[in-house]
């Protein structure tokens, strides 16, 4: 099963895309489309990543052919809301798919087949709801979806307007696939999205957070690890999602499989685990986030149920 997600990316890419470039190799079940007017020639580009040297307004010219002549994409951030018609892009260039998607490049990918298997996604239309990572099966019914009601957001409006709204998430597609009872697959507990609000590396979903805690990739998988009365445990995730921060490149991007990810950027472990701890202080301001974070989650949950 041909399995690919399409990321138009443009401008400068972020100091740690060699790293990203390195977890989609490690998963050769999947493939990428990167498409760019960024230079690659120092890049190590995997075999399952096929790049494209592009510009946006050639993306936005596929959109006008396939959509309507008098779309706007005229900026990177508005192509988050034509994500739930990227599969056009693949129709363009000719690229075969059984199910096609979208996901960030702020990520750092682990071992996605453990939580993205054939036996599963067979069973659903839409594979995880997050412009982060989302799949989509590739039939006529699901691939035109976006055209559905079922969001305050009809894509008429939205295409025809300079400013993004989401369209891929919570305000848009979600609401379509639920309202229109599509078969959809969600488990936030298989994604380590980490909050933006907070300096120390915090889990979206607090559920997940302990105070001693520490995020790695080792060995290509992506680990969450915390200590519960001086005793370490592990969780395995799909991907780390990092998003809006700077991250310092403390290593070589040459065989990087394990490395420490956290607020001081992508490090060496230390072989003493312990070592690798920070201690996450409950300030008052960090409470006041943890409750807006909580809320947020509310929130986002509500708008993708009803």
């Given at each position: ?10 401008g ?5 895309i060699q790293?990203w470039?390195?977890?989609?190799g490690?998963?050769e079940?999947?493939n ?14 995997p075999?399952n990543?096929?790049c ?9 010219n596929?959109?006008?052919e396939?959509i309507?002549p ?6 990177p951030y ?7 018609a990227?599969?056009?892009i693949?129709d ?8 096609w998607?979208?996901?960030d490049?702020?990520?750092i990918f682990g ?13 659903y239309?839409?594979?995880?709801s997050?412009g982060?990572?989302?799949?989509y ?16 957001y009809?894509?008429?409006d939205?295409?025809?307007?300079e ?13 379509i696939?639920?309202?229109n009872?599509f078969?959809?697959?969600e ?6 999205d ?18 001693k805690?520490?995020?790695?990739l080792?060995d ?13 445990y592990e969780r395995?995730?799909?991907y ?5 921060r700077?991250?310092?490149l403390?290593?070589s991007t040459?065989?990087s499989n ?14 003493n ?5 920070k ?5 008052f301001?960090v409470k ?7 809320l ?11």
């Amino acid at each position: 099963m041909r399995k690919i997600f399409v990321v138009p990316y443009f401008g400068k890419f972020p100091n740690y895309i060699q790293l990203w470039l390195d977890s989609c190799g490690r998963n050769e079940s999947f493939n990428w489309v990167l498409i760019t007017d960024c230079k690659l020639n120092t890049l190590d580009i995997p075999s399952n990543v096929f790049c494209i040297i592009s510009t946006l307004d050639k993306i936005e010219n596929i959109f006008k052919e396939k959509i309507h002549p008098k779309i706007f994409l005229t900026t990177p951030y508005k192509l988050c809301d034509y994500r739930p018609a990227y599969w056009m892009i693949l129709d363009y260039y000719e690229i075969k798919y059984d199910y096609w998607g979208y996901c960030d490049i702020d990520v750092i990918f682990g071992d996605l087949s453990t939580f993205i298997q054939d036996e599963i996604l067979v069973k659903y239309d839409k594979f995880l709801s997050n412009g982060h990572l989302t799949l989509y099966k590739s039939n006529e019914k699901v691939k035109n979806a976006f055209k559905l009601t079922g969001s305050k957001y009809l894509w008429k409006d939205i295409y025809f307007i300079e400013e993004n709204i989401g369209f891929d998430e919570h305000h848009g597609i979600n609401k379509i696939f639920k309202f229109n009872q599509f078969n959809c697959y969600e488990n936030i507990s298989i994604v380590a999205d980490i909050d933006p609000q907070f300096k120390n590396f915090y889990l979206y979903y607090q559920a997940f957070n302990h105070k001693k805690q520490y995020f790695s990739l080792e060995d290509g998988k992506v680990l969450q690890h915390y200590m519960v009365k001086n005793k370490i445990y592990e969780r395995e995730f799909a991907y780390i999602h990092i998003q809006k921060r700077k991250m310092t490149l403390n290593i070589s991007t040459n065989n990087s499989n394990s490395f420490l990810i956290n607020d001081n950027g992508f490090s060496l472990l230390n072989l003493n685990k312990k070592e690798n701890f920070k201690i996450f202080k409950e300030t008052f301001k960090v409470k006041i986030n943890k409750l807006r974070t909580k809320l947020r989650f509310y929130k986002n949950r509500f708008m993708n149920v009803v």
